[in-house]
């Protein structure tokens, strides 16, 4: 009789850890890979001994599986996925569940998993976080999908995934897309973190002439207070990692910057829904400027910097303000990126649970930080709050930030130091607290040249009104 409780099709690094990790919480598993050399290593390392039966076709591991038969795929998405469930679709029998654990784009996910309903297979497509070491020792996990599915995976995936005060960092998500659309929106998060940190290690390290064992100290302060976070955690190691020579390995890294994709496809979606999705955008196209570093060494010949003089303010006080900067930026990373949740939930009708979004967010996964719990408890408190920033721990953090992020904000603008991020979360919070913005000279704008009409403050909302411009003039 078979008796393997999971198959996992794909070895790299990360379905190898996962194998591993299901292992571990004393599940048997049936693997496969396409190149079968892959397998055989992984059965000849850490797998020898394990509950794990080496398979080298899809009709082979299908055989190894209980009953209803469940799949995990761990392979690159698009194309792969499509082939891999065509192959495996004769071999399975109605109520066989095929998980796709990969960054699948969510449009896909949600024709899949539409698709094979049809079919009578049940599909999931769950977003995984937390990277190689996530896979193996519990990774964030966010499943969606056929919601029929969720009873016979739920003890599988909760049992692997990272745990916070006792509850798995793992919550069905919702149905079609769902789960890699959160996912998708996790990782934009996880690009304006990773950009916000980068700019706040360029201007400790060029306006304030800090080296790295200073800002190493910075950093692991920072850990310990509002800011703890996993990505300001490894920061704080990747800076006091040297070379043999005693030279900071930071500054032979090349500065272009590559990209997978979903942090692209989040700012696609923000733009598809109308969502100002600043920050996340910016950070994307950060990227893309940094790529072009031929032009940029060609245009830093042409409009050289001026020499900066060295910094003679208060130390203390502007690291304070950076501080309180970093934090309130995050903030808006998060906000922005709950906002394009909320309206992505009520277009595909997902009904999403903020809450559960944030407490799967709490452990295991790249984005991992404190005030995900404040953020949990926002939604928990008013599950149709409309924004972050209307919640009042999030307003008094803003609040108490301000001062010192508007201060770097204009200390970098001064110093010529680029902080897009920095700056695009600013703009965004002062356009979000305007009770009144330029938007009506736009309006204006549009009804002279296209005669797209415009509203008036002194008639009701949904009455329009054109106007000829250019008559009495």
């Given at each position: 009789?078979?008796?393997?409780?999971?198959?996992?099709?794909?070895?790299?690094?990360?379905?190898?850890?996962?194998?591993l990790n299901f292992s571990d919480h004393h599940f048997s598993l049936a693997v496969y890979n396409r190149e079968k050399?892959?397998?055989?290593?992984?059965?000849?390392?850490?797998?020898?001994?394990?509950?794990?039966?080496?398979?080298?076709?899809?009709?082979?591991?299908?055989?190894?599986?209980?009953?209803?038969?469940?799949?995990?795929?761990?392979?690159?998405?698009?194309?792969?996925?499509?082939?891999?469930?065509?192959?495996?679709?004769?071999?399975?029998?109605?109520?066989?569940?095929?998980?796709?654990?990969?960054?699948?784009?969510?449009?896909?996910?949600?024709?899949?998993?539409?698709?094979?309903?049809?079919?009578?297979?049940?599909?999931?497509?769950?977003?995984?976080?937390?990277?190689?070491?996530?896979?193996?020792?519990?990774?964030?996990?966010?499943?969606?999908?056929?919601?029929?599915?969720?009873?016979?995976?739920?003890?599988?995936?909760?049992?692997?995934?990272?745990?916070?005060?006792?509850?798995?960092?793992?919550?069905?998500?919702?149905?079609?897309?769902a789960g890699h659309y959160v996912k998708m929106v996790h990782n934009g998060i996880e690009y304006g973190d990773m950009?916000?940190?980068?700019?706040?290690?360029?201007?400790?390290?060029?306006?304030?002439?800090?080296?790295?064992?200073?800002?190493?100290?910075?950093?692991?302060?920072?850990?310990?207070?509002?800011?703890?976070?996993?990505?300001?955690?490894?920061?704080?190691?990747?800076?006091?990692?040297?070379?043999?020579?005693?030279?900071?390995?930071?500054?032979?890294?090349?500065?272009?910057?590559?990209?997978?994709?979903?942090?692209?496809?989040?700012?696609?979606?923000?733009?598809?829904?109308?969502?100002?999705?600043?920050?996340?955008?910016?950070?994307?196209?950060?990227?893309?400027?940094?790529?072009?570093?031929?032009?940029?060494?060609?245009?830093?010949?042409?409009?050289?910097?001026?020499?900066?003089?060295?910094?003679?303010?208060?130390?203390?006080?502007?690291?304070?303000?950076?501080?309180?900067?970093?934090?309130?930026?995050?903030?808006?990373?998060?906000?922005?990126?709950?906002?394009?949740?909320?309206?992505?939930?009520?277009?595909?009708?997902?009904?999403?649970?903020?809450?559960?979004?944030?407490?799967?967010?709490?452990?295991?996964?790249?984005?991992?930080?404190?005030?995900?719990?404040?953020?949990?408890?926002?939604?928990?408190?008013?599950?149709?709050?409309?924004?972050?920033?209307?919640?009042?721990?999030?307003?008094?953090?803003?609040?108490?930030?301000?001062?010192?992020?508007?201060?770097?904000?204009?200390?970098?603008?001064?110093?010529?130091?680029?902080?897009?991020?920095?700056?695009?979360?600013?703009?965004?919070?002062?356009?979000?607290?305007?009770?009144?913005?330029?938007?009506?000279?736009?309006?204006a704008q549009r009804d002279y040249f296209g005669a797209h009409t415009y509203e008036r403050v002194d008639q009701p909302?949904?009455?329009?009104?054109?106007?000829?411009?250019?008559?009495?003039?």
């Amino acid at each position: 009789m078979p008796q393997a409780d999971m198959g996992l099709i794909g070895l790299g690094v990360m379905g190898q850890n996962l194998a591993l990790n299901f292992s571990d919480h004393h599940f048997s598993l049936a693997v496969y890979n396409r190149e079968k050399e892959y397998t055989e290593d992984f059965m000849l390392g850490e797998a020898k001994g394990r509950a794990i039966t080496p398979c080298y076709s899809h009709k082979e591991l299908v055989s190894q599986l209980a009953k209803p038969r469940k799949i995990m795929l761990m392979i690159t998405a698009g194309d792969p996925v499509d082939s891999t469930i065509e192959a495996l679709l004769p071999l399975l029998d109605k109520g066989d569940i095929i998980i796709d654990g990969g960054n699948s784009h969510f449009p896909d996910t949600i024709r899949r998993t539409k698709s094979l309903k049809e079919k009578g297979i049940l599909f999931v497509g769950s977003g995984i976080s937390g990277g190689e070491e996530g896979a193996r020792f519990g990774p964030a996990i966010m499943p969606g999908g056929n919601p029929e599915a969720w009873s016979e995976v739920q003890n599988i995936l909760q049992s692997i995934a990272a745990k916070v005060e006792g509850e798995p960092c793992c919550q069905w998500i919702g149905d079609g897309g769902a789960g890699h659309y959160v996912k998708m929106v996790h990782n934009g998060i996880e690009y304006g973190d990773m950009q916000l940190i980068a700019e706040a290690y360029q201007f400790m390290h060029e306006g304030l002439g800090l080296d790295h064992t200073q800002m190493q100290q910075v950093f692991k302060e920072w850990n310990e207070g509002v800011l703890s976070s996993y990505l300001i955690e490894i920061t704080a190691d990747i800076l006091g990692k040297k070379e043999s020579s005693g030279e900071p390995l930071l500054e032979k890294i090349l500065d272009a910057a590559g990209q997978k994709g979903t942090g692209t496809w989040t700012a696609m979606s923000a733009l598809e829904q109308g969502v100002p999705l600043t920050l996340i955008g910016e950070a994307v196209f950060a990227r893309c400027l940094s790529s072009i570093k031929a032009s940029r060494v060609k245009a830093s010949h042409i409009y050289p910097h001026e020499k900066r003089p060295a910094f003679t303010g208060d130390m203390q006080a502007t690291l304070d303000a950076l501080r309180d900067a970093l934090y309130a930026a995050k903030i808006i990373s998060y906000a922005q990126g709950f906002m394009l949740m909320q309206q992505a939930s009520d277009k595909y009708h997902w009904n999403l649970n903020y809450g559960n979004i944030a407490l799967t967010w709490r452990g295991g996964c790249i984005i991992r930080s404190r005030f995900l719990d404040n953020i949990k408890a926002a939604y928990e408190k008013d599950p149709q709050l409309e924004n972050l920033l209307l919640d009042a721990f999030f307003i008094d953090a803003i609040k108490s930030s301000l001062v010192g992020w508007r201060q770097t904000v204009q200390t970098t603008i001064g110093m010529a130091i680029p902080a897009p991020a920095f700056s695009s979360a600013l703009s965004f919070f002062d356009g979000y607290r305007s009770a009144r913005t330029s938007a009506n000279m736009l309006q204006a704008q549009r009804d002279y040249f296209g005669a797209h009409t415009y509203e008036r403050v002194d008639q009701p909302r949904g009455k329009f009104f054109h106007t000829d411009w250019t008559e009495g003039q």
